[in-house]
């Protein structure tokens, strides 16, 4: 809406026309910075007003969260028993917000926010009709293990083919006629354009390698993965949601990077899009949107955002990361994440393997709870964790 609105008032500027020169104003919106700063600024104001609505809605509906019995998780369920019966389906609240921001604040038909965009919907989707399942069934088990990864990595491989194929992404079917080829695709350093399939890291300033087309298959992998990994995160109130952000905001600054030429090209050396800028109009829409839910969401949480919204987070993180071409970045920024998914995947493997346990219960979270830190200390140093790693992420991009 806004970008449309500069647009109208350009073409009335540019012939002259009174009510136009008084309203100089509107030129403000051409600034992805200014319509990044409204949409996490308007999806923060959307969550906070809609939030109690919300609440009362799922409340109303009997949707509350089912709790895993004692003889599941044994002493964790006597510290968790008081959660039972809150709210859940609350992602619906983010989702419903960030794309109520970036319809408003972006361009919405920019190929990478619409990408993230309907990955992130797609994801939250497939969560809504996990969590509905948990709920009419009043079990802490939803889809099948089998269901859920095989409709994740279905999105997962339509929003890979798209970033690989589309041209304004990728550069693939670029030229005379259609769009500029020096201006279609991302570029590593003055006049070097790169291959979509190109593997980039912050510390080398070439590509590591080359996968070509079968990048489908790795970006699908980082979206199955990351949707995953939020998933897992989402255990205790408020920890997936605050890690979010930090993830969001860091996306956001390299999105903003990568979409200017002297900052990218000639400063820092990364990958450079004419149109991925635009990116982080979404991206702070998301952190703007976890700001807000996290006012519902924190210790004790009035509402749990579910598998619909950290499905949806996970996915657009993934989808992000991909856009940026900052994919290996992703396991610094998004560190917390990577914590919580290794923490279960060592604990299943040394399980089968040895028969023992690393942990006295992963995802790793819940370790530190039954080692004796109540679960406010756990959620805040998680969250400063989230922040360090992303700290460290950015710092990186200039080290080489």
């Given at each position: 809406?806004l970008?449309?609105i500069?647009?109208?008032?350009?073409?009335a500027y540019?012939?002259g026309?009174?009510?136009?020169?008084?309203?100089?104003?509107?030129?403000?919106?051409?600034?992805?910075?200014?319509?990044?700063?409204?949409?996490?600024l308007?999806?923060?104001?959307l969550?906070?007003?809609?939030?109690?609505?919300?609440?009362?809605?799922?409340?109303?509906?009997?949707?509350?969260?089912?709790?895993?019995?004692?003889?599941?998780?044994?002493?964790?369920?006597?510290?968790?028993?008081?959660?039972?019966?809150?709210?859940t389906?609350?992602?619906v609240?983010?989702?419903g917000?960030?794309?109520?921001?970036?319809?408003?604040?972006?361009?919405?038909?920019?190929?990478f926010?619409?990408?993230?965009?309907?990955?992130?919907?797609?994801?939250?989707?497939?969560?809504?009709?996990d969590?509905?399942?948990?709920?009419?069934e009043?079990?802490?088990?939803?889809l099948s293990g089998?269901?859920?990864?095989?409709?994740?990595?279905?999105?997962?491989?339509?929003?890979?083919?798209f970033?690989?194929?589309?041209p304004?992404?990728?550069?693939?079917g670029?030229g005379v006629?259609?769009?500029?080829?020096?201006?279609a695709?991302f570029r590593?350093?003055?006049?070097n354009?790169i291959?979509?399939?190109?593997?980039?890291?912050?510390?080398?300033?070439?590509?590591?390698?080359?996968?070509?087309?079968?990048v489908?298959?790795?970006f699908?992998?980082?979206?199955?993965g990351?949707?995953?990994?939020?998933?897992?995160?989402?255990?205790?109130?408020?920890?997936?949601?605050?890690c979010?952000?930090?993830?969001?905001l860091?996306y956001?600054?390299?999105a903003?990077?990568?979409?200017?030429?002297?900052?990218?090209?000639?400063?820092?050396v990364?990958?450079?899009?004419?149109y991925?800028?635009?990116?982080?109009?979404?991206?702070?829409?998301?952190?703007g949107?976890?700001?807000?839910?996290?006012?519902?969401?924190?210790h004790?949480?009035?509402?749990?955002m579910?598998?619909?919204?950290?499905?949806a987070?996970?996915g657009?993180?993934?989808?992000a990361?991909?856009?940026?071409?900052?994919?290996?970045?992703?396991?610094?920024i998004?560190?917390?994440?990577?914590?919580?998914a290794?923490?279960?995947i060592?604990q299943?493997?040394?399980?089968?393997?040895?028969?023992q346990?690393?942990?006295?219960?992963?995802?790793?979270?819940?370790?530190?709870e039954?080692?004796?830190?109540?679960?406010?200390?756990?959620?805040v140093?998680?969250?400063?964790?989230?922040?360090?790693?992303?700290l460290?992420?950015?710092?990186?991009?200039?080290i080489?």
């Amino acid at each position: 809406m806004l970008p449309a609105i500069f647009d109208f008032w350009f073409k009335a500027y540019e012939h002259g026309e009174a009510w136009a020169i008084s309203c100089r104003f509107l030129n403000l919106f051409q600034y992805i910075t200014f319509r990044a700063a409204s949409a996490g600024l308007l999806a923060f104001i959307l969550s906070l007003f809609f939030g109690p609505w919300v609440i009362r809605k799922l409340i109303s509906l009997k949707v509350g969260q089912p709790i895993r019995s004692a003889e599941e998780v044994h002493k964790l369920a006597e510290l968790h028993g008081g959660k039972l019966g809150t709210p859940t389906m609350g992602g619906v609240l983010i989702l419903g917000t960030v794309l109520i921001a970036t319809l408003v604040c972006s361009r919405p038909l920019n190929p990478f926010v619409a990408v993230c965009a309907c990955t992130m919907g797609a994801c939250g989707l497939l969560g809504l009709c996990d969590d509905y399942k948990k709920v009419r069934e009043k079990k802490s088990d939803g889809l099948s293990g089998r269901t859920k990864l095989f409709w994740q990595v279905v999105i997962a491989l339509i929003a890979a083919a798209f970033i690989y194929y589309k041209p304004e992404i990728s550069g693939i079917g670029a030229g005379v006629g259609q769009i500029d080829s020096g201006e279609a695709g991302f570029r590593l350093g003055r006049n070097n354009p790169i291959d979509i399939g190109a593997i980039c890291f912050p510390l080398l300033k070439t590509p590591l390698f080359n996968l070509h087309a079968f990048v489908i298959l790795f970006f699908a992998l980082i979206i199955v993965g990351c949707s995953n990994a939020v998933n897992l995160t989402d255990g205790l109130d408020g920890l997936a949601t605050g890690c979010t952000i930090s993830a969001a905001l860091s996306y956001a600054l390299l999105a903003y990077f990568a979409g200017h030429y002297f900052m990218a090209v000639e400063y820092l050396v990364i990958p450079h899009n004419l149109y991925i800028g635009e990116l982080s109009v979404f991206l702070m829409a998301l952190a703007g949107a976890c700001f807000g839910f996290l006012w519902f969401n924190c210790h004790p949480a009035k509402v749990f955002m579910g598998d619909t919204g950290s499905l949806a987070i996970g996915g657009a993180l993934g989808t992000a990361a991909i856009c940026t071409k900052q994919e290996l970045l992703l396991v610094i920024i998004g560190g917390v994440f990577v914590m919580e998914a290794l923490s279960v995947i060592l604990q299943v493997g040394s399980f089968k393997l040895r028969k023992q346990r690393i942990f006295k219960m992963s995802p790793i979270h819940h370790h530190f709870e039954l080692l004796g830190w109540h679960e406010s200390q756990v959620i805040v140093r998680f969250w400063i964790l989230s922040i360090m790693f992303a700290l460290f992420g950015l710092a990186i991009l200039k080290i080489a």
